[in-house]
C-alpha cells in the first residue's frame, strides 16, 4: 500500500479510545484519516470525518505504512503498544489498516481499531486477523434511525460486532442523543443483544455510554444531561457487568 494522507497523529492513552480492558495504563500510537462512510448529524469529529482527501488541507501529511510502523516502534520507550485507528472511520482507507497492521504484528506490536462497523463483511474479513482489539459504535438498535438519520446499516453494524467479538478483545461504545436513543427500552434491547454475546462467546463485553456534546448539525442542541448518563449506566448494569459513564 502507498502512502495516504492522515488528518491526526497522537500519542494516547488507550483508554481514551476508549478501551478500559486491553493494556490499561498503556499508550497507543492513534492515526486518523479523513472521511466517512457514514454522516451522523452530530459527529463529534466532523472537521476530519467529513472531509475527503481532496479538500483536506494543503499541509496535511502524507505517511506509508513502512514508517507508521516504524513510529510506532520509536515511542516504545513511551510505553507505546502499538498502532489506533481510530479518530474518523479508519475502514474508509483499509487497505492501508491492513498493510500497516501487518507490519506492526511483524514488530511484535499490536493494532486497535475504532469504527462506526457499518461495512460489508468482506472488509472485516480483510482487517480483522490483523486486529487485536476493537471499539466499535452502537449508536442505537432502530434500523431505520440508522439508515435515514446516521446514513449507514444497523444489520452491518450487528454482523460486524459479532464476528468481531468471536476473534478479539471488543468493547462497545454509544454516544447518547436526547430524544432519540435515549431511552430505557432502547437501552435494555442493546444491553439483551451485547448479553446474548457475553454467553455466546464466554467473556465479558465492556460497554461505554457517553454524553453527547453540541457538533456539527446538531450544535444547537443542548448537551446531554449527565444524569441521564447514569440512569443509563444503571440500566446496562441490570444485565452486563462492565458498564462506564463517558465524557461526564
Known sequence: MKETKIAALALDPIEKKPLYHFYPGSAVLS??????????PFCQNHD????TDAYAPDDSRFITPEALTDLARSYK????IGVAYTYNEPLTKWEFVRDTGKLVHEAGMKNVLVTNGSLPERILDAVLPRMDAM??????????????VLKGRLEYVKAFIEKAVAACHVELTTLIIPGEND???????ITGWIHEMEQKNGKAIPYHISRFF???????RTPTPVETVYHLVDVARERLKYVYPGNC
Open 31 to 40: 492515526v486518523g484519516f479523513y472521511g466517512c462512510n457514514m454522516h451522523c
Open 183 to 189: 431511552s430505557d427500552a432502547e437501552m435494555r434491547e
Open 135 to 148: 471499539n466499535v459504535d452502537i449508536k442505537s438498535f432502530d434500523a431505520e434511525y440508522y439508515r435515514e
Open 48 to 51: 476530519i470525518s467529513q472531509t
Open 77 to 80: 520507550k513511551n510505553g507505546n
Open 214 to 220: 453540541p457538533r456539527f448539525r446538531y450544535s444547537d
